[in-house]
């Protein structure tokens, strides 16, 4: 009868609507579960999850996993890795065990805006309870990924923490920071688990279309594609309007690299931050460039070829955004201008151009261990402004202009055969247009097709070698740049209107 009893008054207090619970959940759900009421039990697992917030989330996952809530558990682990920073500055932070500290701090799936978080969370723990806790920082500092702090941070934060200095084990997590820093061309050989990006789980991929132009204008706008939803918005503005410009992304932010502005070809660089949707000055390139080819590589964005102004430029410059500076590279063996560069199996390749003469089938590889270049096999075409990217261990090369018209044929080149084969070709001709991969895809953006500039998209699908229409852009873009970022949360939080030049490219 006090079984009856009990199961009566557990049913009556959920009533009918599940969502109102004039009894704890926390006290009816192990009631729930003591007498096999799955529906009530379900129900407290329901509102639970609605009631996610930074201040209880980890006493909702401790709760989940005391009653073996297994989707309860892993929503609310996942909410804690997705809002980490603002988890990290609760009280249910600060009494974690230590085992629990270390498990979240050392996940690949920590979504933070920067490194710089992670350390700021692990002295704050740290110095809740200094006296029983010091003695755990060089467990904890080995999960922080130091290598991807600034500089500055890592001399005016790190090195001066008395909790670090205290340690020789951190001594030596400090030195490999460092010396990652002082030797970029080494960080394929330095490279391990402390210098692996952070890639917040439940992410979506997100293709940007930066800048570009079209008949008598050059666009500072931009938009960008979500996957997800397969529609376009438009985000901040640049600060300044670039065609003919080199887009890249690095970590959690796009780089806009040189260009054209309608008066003058550019050394300037901004970068798009998609948490705060705003643009910000970067260090300047040592170079003005139009018509180059970027690409990242270890963390580091490279510029190569282009035009600044007066000449085809063959030089190339990298520029490291933990130190904020950039640095000549050896020069290429070609003049290239209308250039585009990839990375493939920890080497850039510049693939095609325009030499000031001729429109160019060569193309040359650079290993950064060793500061050179070198030719590979030639192309099938001739290319300059084509679209380049790397799709599962084989780079691509679509379109382009062979000097006599606008191009709708793609190859491919095999690393390990050094050869080039033809692919289906685009449904499209485009010269200026920008090619990227995402989500096992090619996606071919914009361009020109020889009498005017495009918005159409079209898609290529290894597995079919078949080339689809995708969604279009609000703009036509010409001479665009075009890059991919994983973002937990978008569109950004405001829509600015289109913003254009009267400038003809």
Same mark, same amino acid.
Request: aromatic residues 8%.
């Given at each position: 009868?006090?079984?009856?009893?009990?199961?009566?008054a557990?049913?009556e207090?959920?009533?009918c609507?599940?969502?109102?619970?004039?009894? !704890?959940?926390?006290?009816?759900?192990?009631?729930?579960?003591?007498?096999?009421?799955?529906?009530?039990?379900?129900? !407290?697992?329901?509102?639970l999850?609605s009631?996610l917030?930074?201040?209880? !989330?980890?006493?909702?996952?401790?709760?989940?996993?005391?009653h073996?809530c297994?989707?309860l558990?892993k929503?609310a682990?996942?909410?804690?890795?997705?809002?980490?920073?603002?988890v990290?500055?609760?009280?249910?932070?600060?009494?974690?065990?230590?085992?629990q500290?270390?498990?979240?701090i050392?996940?690949?799936?920590?979504?933070v805006?920067?490194?710089e978080?992670?350390?700021?969370?692990?002295?704050? &723990?740290?110095?809740?309870d200094v006296?029983?806790?010091?003695?755990?920082?060089p467990r904890?500092?080995?999960?922080?990924?130091l290598?991807?702090?600034?500089r500055?941070?890592?001399?005016?934060n790190? =090195?001066?923490?008395?909790?670090?200095?205290?340690?020789?084990?951190?001594?030596?997590?400090l030195?490999?920071a460092?010396?990652?820093?002082?030797?970029?061309?080494?960080?394929?050989?330095?490279g391990?688990?402390?210098?692996?990006?952070?890639?917040?789980?439940?992410?979506?991929?997100?293709?940007?279309?930066?800048?570009g132009?079209?008949l008598?204008?050059i666009?500072?706008?931009?938009?960008a594609y979500?996957?997800?939803?397969d529609?376009w918005h438009m985000?901040?503005?640049?600060?300044?309007?670039r065609?003919?410009v080199?887009?890249?992304?690095?970590?959690?932010?796009?780089?806009?690299?040189?260009?054209?502005?309608?008066?003058s070809?550019l050394?300037?660089?901004e970068?798009?931050?998609?948490?705060t949707?705003?643009?910000q000055?970067e260090?300047?390139?040592?170079?003005?460039?139009s018509c180059?080819?970027?690409?990242?590589?270890?963390?580091?964005l490279?510029?190569?070829?282009?035009y600044?102004?007066?000449?085809c430029l063959?030089?190339?410059?990298?520029? =490291?955004?933990?130190?904020?500076? &950039?640095?000549?590279?050896?020069?290429?063996?070609?003049?290239r201008?209308?250039?585009?560069?990839a990375?493939?199996?920890?080497?850039l390749?510049?693939?095609?151009?325009?030499?000031?003469?001729?429109?160019?089938?060569?193309?040359?590889?650079?290993?950064?261990q060793?500061?050179?270049?070198?030719?590979?096999a030639?192309?099938?075409?001739?290319?300059?402004?084509?679209?380049?990217?790397?799709?599962e261990g084989m780079?691509?090369v679509?379109?382009?202009?062979?000097?006599?018209s606008?191009?709708?044929?793609?190859?491919?080149?095999?690393?390990?055969?050094?050869?080039w084969?033809?692919?289906?070709?685009?449904?499209?001709?485009?010269?200026?247009?920008?090619?990227v991969a995402? =989500?096992? &895809?090619?996606?071919?953006?914009?361009?020109n097709d020889?009498?005017?500039?495009?918005?159409s998209?079209?898609?290529?699908?290894p597995?079919?070698?078949? &080339?689809?229409?995708?969604?279009?852009?609000?703009?036509?873009?010409?001479?665009?740049?075009?890059?991919?970022?994983?973002?937990?949360n978008?569109?950004p939080?405001?829509?600015?209107?289109?913003?254009?030049?009267s400038?003809s490219?």
């Open positions: 009868m006090v079984g009856l009893s009990l199961r009566a557990v049913v207090a959920v009533g609507s599940p969502s109102r619970f004039p009894v !704890c959940p926390q006290t009816l759900l192990p009631a729930a579960s003591l007498l096999q009421l799955n529906g009530v039990r379900d129900a !407290c697992c329901k509102f999850l009631q917030d930074p201040s209880n !989330c980890l006493g909702i996952r401790g709760f989940a996993d005391t073996s297994s989707d558990l929503s682990h996942k909410y804690v890795l997705q809002h980490f920073v603002e990290s500055k609760t009280e249910e932070f600060m009494l974690l065990p230590l085992k500290v270390l498990d979240l050392s996940s690949d799936s920590l979504n805006p920067s490194e978080e992670v350390y700021r969370a692990v002295l704050s &723990w740290v110095k809740h006296d029983s806790r010091r003695q755990h920082v904890l500092m080995k999960c922080v990924r290598p991807l702090l600034s500055d941070f890592l001399m005016s790190v =090195d001066t923490e008395l909790l670090v200095r205290h340690h020789s084990e951190c001594k030596d997590l030195i490999e460092l010396k990652y820093h002082l030797m970029p061309e080494q960080r394929g050989v330095l391990n688990s402390r210098t692996r990006p952070r890639r917040c789980e439940g992410a979506s991929t997100v293709l940007f279309a930066v800048g132009g079209s008598f204008a666009h500072g706008d931009c938009e979500d996957t997800r939803t529609r985000v901040a503005s640049m600060s300044t309007r065609a003919r080199g887009v890249a992304a690095i970590g959690n932010k796009l780089y806009a690299v040189g260009g054209y502005d309608g008066t070809d050394a300037t660089v970068s798009y931050d998609p948490v949707n705003s643009w000055p260090v300047s390139m040592g170079t003005r460039r180059l080819g970027v690409a990242v590589l270890h963390g580091l490279y510029a190569a070829g282009g600044d102004g007066a000449s063959n030089s190339a410059e990298r520029y =490291d955004p933990l130190t904020g500076t &950039w640095t000549s590279i050896a020069a290429m063996s070609t003049r201008r209308y250039v585009r560069v990375t493939l199996d920890g080497n390749y510049a693939v095609g151009g325009y030499d000031s003469s001729s429109h160019l089938a060569t193309v040359e590889k650079f290993e950064p060793v500061n050179t270049w070198t030719p590979i030639n192309m099938l075409s001739r290319r300059s402004s084509a679209g380049v990217a790397v799709l780079l691509y679509a379109g382009g202009n062979d000097g006599t606008c191009l709708n044929s793609v190859e491919r080149y095999n690393p390990k055969t050094n050869t084969e033809s692919v289906a070709p685009m449904n499209i001709r485009r010269s200026t247009h920008d090619l995402m =989500d096992g &895809w090619l996606y071919a953006v914009g361009g020889g009498s005017s500039s495009l918005n998209i079209e898609k290529y699908n597995r079919t070698n078949k &080339w689809v229409a995708a969604s279009c852009m609000f703009t036509r873009r010409s001479s665009v740049g075009v890059a991919v970022l994983e973002l937990l978008f569109p939080p405001s829509s600015p209107t289109l913003s254009v030049s400038t490219l």
